[in-house]
């Protein structure tokens, strides 16, 4: 979720990437989070009357048996399979499975039990599944088998009860907890909140994030985070616009990996509530159990709304961060497909601009959507390549007779054409090693933007140095070095753009879309009709030269009087062309300082 990217999951992303979520009928099974339960996350009430069945090869067990586990019914789509002691059904798994069919069949660690619960792998139609129950050394006396299945989304059975086996010489089983529709939840506990968040006591009584700094929790464009510390407790409140989900997560650094996350999912117009731990840029790893209380949530007016509370701190929760700490914060956002599977955030996540204790004094701030060091690689790059180089080329092209005077040795016009590549040089190089720094090496996530520019960088460094070894104006050689020179620059241009073009839609960046396409359609179509109308105006007065020979460079450097007549035009063009670049530099440096 960091100061990133993303194509991939979610809080890739950071959050970076949040990439997948919980429910017992989703189609990759990852239901951790059902581990207590055996719920599915779905809405929907179970079925009364199991159809499947369990049953297993032996009634007896010692600590390190294999039991052979059979599951089979009706055609179904996805299940979930534990053990646990038959005295507590509602304690925690016992055991840890072996599979026997990989291709439609997984193992899930529930709790801190490591391999102790099989599901499926994906929605393929099925009649049976089996796996191996290995019986662990501290096993109790009676284990009873239990399984969730799902027929399909709307249709499933919870606990479907297996049989019981025990160990030998175990007394009989004195304590049977019955397992029957009528006890079994619907669905997890839900409370839906009345109307939107309020930035009321932001900065004053609550810790709050905002993007854009100050915007209304209930306007459509905004989001929001709040933390409020009561006792030894801490109310969050996350809202933001989303048809998939929203999400915050807790680092040590600005980049994703690492991290304590939260994300609030829309499945169906129903939020679900889940916490993970952010490891590299790898899809997370949501918790069985999280530590959160009351939940609620809210889907209307295109915003997902949700709130919950958690202590200050859960040791008893791998993953779960201390919140009296500094940190820090990412906030992200993305889209969510059916079943509740997310994906890779839209854009880079929203990134404080320091770290933060959100339980110390509350504070009102915002963040960046985009590295200081990739903004300013966007900044030098745009100065650089919308300015200083289209005006040296237009100075060099059309200027030569309208500023022929010499100035420190040479004549005003290479004067000003040598600053201004030079000085495009210089900020094409700064600008080349900050996302190196910022990356801290090669980025494989940048499509070609980033090999465009290596190509660009190199014919940047060439043209100076070629420059430095041109022949004398009438020397044989000048027109080869003319047109070399030309065609090299007029490439590094062409590049330059393309790789702009490229660099505006990348997650670090993400100008807004289309604006930013068209703005850039714009910046070239000015350019190539100012050069147009000087091509006409120069052409225009070559007709009024007298013609004395057919040799087109001799022609254009026989200044005569009607030549003369368009210098006053060419510098009033000049002034106007000038403006107009700086217009369009200032609309992509406001629009980056916004990110």
């Not at 391999?115 to 290995?134: P, Q």
């Not at 968040?197 to 004053?204: D, I, R, V």
């Not at 100035?407 to 495009?424: A, D, N, P, S, Y």
Request: hydrophobic residues 40%.
């Amino acid at each position: 979720m960091h100061q990133m990217e993303p194509p991939g999951l979610a809080f890739t992303l950071w959050i970076f990437a949040f990439l997948s979520v919980p429910a017992a009928g989703y189609p990759n099974g990852k239901v951790r989070e059902a581990c207590s339960s055996m719920m599915p996350s779905h809405g929907h009430s179970p079925q009364p009357s199991p159809e499947h069945t369990i049953w297993v090869n032996e009634t007896e067990f010692r600590p390190g048996d294999h039991i052979k586990v059979n599951l089979s019914g009706p055609v179904f789509e996805g299940f979930f399979i534990q053990a646990r002691n038959a005295e507590n059904l509602a304690g925690p798994a016992v055991g840890s499975f072996m599979l026997a069919e990989e291709r439609i069949s997984q193992l899930l660690t529930c709790g801190l039990v490591e391999n102790s619960a099989v599901s499926h792998t994906s929605k393929s139609k099925k009649k049976h599944v089996e796996a191996y129950w290995i019986a662990p050394t501290d096993a109790p006396e009676h284990v009873q088998f239990l399984a969730t299945v799902v027929e399909k989304y709307k249709i499933f059975w919870v606990k479907i009860p297996g049989p019981v086996i025990s160990q030998p010489n175990a007394p009989p089983l004195t304590t049977s907890t019955s397992i029957t529709p009528e006890n079994l939840p619907t669905s997890q506990p839900v409370y839906h909140l009345t109307k939107s968040f309020n930035a009321s006591g932001c900065g004053s009584t609550k810790f709050c994030i905002r993007n854009p700094p100050k915007c209304d929790p209930g306007a459509a464009y905004c989001f929001f985070l709040s933390f409020k510390q009561n006792n030894h407790s801490v109310l969050i409140e996350m809202s933001g616009p989303s048809e998939g989900y929203i999400a915050f997560a807790l680092s040590h650094d600005q980049w994703m990996g690492g991290d304590d996350a939260y994300l609030c999912i829309n499945e169906d117009h129903r939020i679900n509530v889940h916490t993970a731990y952010l490891t590299g840029r790898t899809p997370p790893v949501l918790d069985s159990e999280n530590g959160l209380e009351d939940i609620s949530w809210r889907v209307a007016d295109g915003l997902v709304q949700c709130s919950f509370r958690r202590n200050l701190r859960l040791p008893a929760y791998k993953g779960r961060f201390n919140l009296d700490a500094n940190y820090y914060i990412f906030l992200a956002d993305g889209e969510a497909s059916e079943g509740g599977l997310i994906h890779k955030h839209h854009h880079q996540p929203l990134i404080t601009n320091g770290m933060y204790n959100v339980t110390d004094s509350p504070k009102d701030v915002g963040g960046s959507r985009s590295p200081l060091l990739l903004k300013l690689h966007a900044s030098l790059m745009f100065v650089a390549w919308m300015t200083t180089v289209s005006i040296g080329v237009i100075v060099a092209r059309f200027f030569k007779p309208v500023w022929p005077h010499s100035l420190f040795g040479k004549e005003i016009w290479f004067q000003v054409h040598r600053m201004l590549m030079l000085t495009t040089v210089l900020l094409t190089s700064i600008a080349f090693a900050l996302p190196f720094i910022y990356r801290g090496g090669w980025s494989e996530c940048a499509g070609f933007h980033p090999y465009l520019g290596c190509t660009v960088m190199a014919l940047a460094i060439f043209q100076p140095l070629m420059a430095g070894f041109r022949p004398p104006p009438h020397a044989p050689r000048r027109q080869v070095f003319n047109w070399v020179h030309w065609s090299t620059g007029t490439t590094a241009r062409i590049l330059a753009v393309v790789t702009m073009f490229l660099g505006m839609d990348l997650p670090a960046l993400n100008l807004p879309d289309p604006w930013d396409t068209y703005t850039m359609i714009g910046f070239v179509a000015w350019h190539v009709g100012i050069d147009i109308l000087l091509e006409i105006h120069s052409y225009c007065l070559i007709r009024k030269v007298e013609v004395i020979d057919d040799d087109r460079i001799q022609i254009l450097q026989s200044l005569t009087s009607a030549e003369a007549e368009g210098h006053t035009f060419k510098e009033i063009v000049l002034t106007i062309y000038i403006c107009g670049n700086t217009a369009f530099l200032i609309t992509f440096l406001a629009a980056i300082h916004q990110l």
